[in-house]
């Protein structure tokens, strides 16, 4: 069984940073592709970021670009989302996901098949 766990959101004040963490078991990187989402209240889910190994690429969405940095360790099968200079409008559940396509063929939610749960991101100020 594919699972992921999302762990890593708190309270941070604005220009803060946090770093979210993707555990990831039951698959190996060669068959998924692993992105990030976030959710505000009253809002769709939106893609953040997504890491492929074996496109050996990594994809931001604009309103984070430069802010935020993608990773993983594949020793600890985990993927990491860096969050700098946060913002208070990155106050969200933040999502990890795995897909079998690949990053550049998956944008929504509905192109990825295995979720983790979400975590909170507040930033105040």
């Known amino acids: 069984e594919v699972q992921l766990q999302a762990s890593g959101g708190g309270l941070v004040q604005a220009g803060g940073s946090l770093r979210l963490s993707c555990a990831a078991s039951?698959?190996?990187?060669?068959?998924?592709?692993i992105g990030w989402f976030r959710q505000a209240p009253g809002k769709e889910r939106e893609g953040v970021s997504c890491?492929?190994?074996?496109?050996?690429?990594?994809y931001y969405a604009d309103s984070v670009k430069g802010r935020f940095t993608i990773s993983s360790d594949n020793a600890k099968n985990t993927v990491y989302l860096h969050l700098n200079s946060l913002k208070p409008e990155d106050t969200a559940v933040y999502y990890c996901?795995?897909?079998?396509?690949?990053?550049?063929?998956?944008?929504?939610?509905?192109?990825?098949?295995?979720w983790g749960q979400g975590t909170q991101v507040t930033v105040s100020s």
């Open positions: 039951g698959f190996t990187f060669n068959e998924y592709d």
């Open positions: 890491i492929s190994s074996r496109e050996g690429n990594t």
């Open positions: 996901a795995a897909t079998r396509q690949v990053c550049a063929v998956s944008y929504f939610p509905s192109d990825f098949g295995s």
